[in-house]
Nanobody, 117 residues
């Protein structure tokens, strides 16, 4: 079993910053992809950013240049630094760890990010 615990969400003004954290525990040794997704009200869940065990990263176009995904291997933790936040970034953000991109993997409980204008 794998447990993912997210933290760092909250309410911020447009232009502000937040850092999300996702701490993993359990049988994670073969989970090579760590990602952040988000779901806004009335919209489908979308990938925001991902990082592999090799350190390769990818971002949704709207996050490029503003968000940075990183990981601390020793702490089994993945971070999402979000800068220059916009109201359109408002959503529940979910952490997701999996063996590869084709898998559903494990999900955190979600953390609310609200950006006010």
């Amino acid at each position: 079993q794998v447990q993912l615990v997210e933290s760092g969400g909250g309410l911020v003004l447009a232009g502000g910053s937040l850092r999300l954290s996702c701490a993993a525990s359990g049988n994670i040794f073969n989970l090579n992809v760590m990602a952040w997704y988000r779901q806004a009200p009335g919209k489908q869940r979308e990938l925001v950013a991902g990082i592999t065990s090799a350190g390769n990263t990818n971002y949704v176009d709207s996050a490029k240049g503003r968000f940075t995904i990183s990981r601390d291997i020793a702490k089994n933790t993945v971070y999402l630094q979000m800068n220059s936040l916009k109201p359109d970034d408002t959503a529940v953000y979910y952490c997701n760890w999996k063996t590869d991109w084709s898998r559903n993997g494990y999900w955190g409980q979600g953390t609310q990010v609200t950006v006010s204008s």
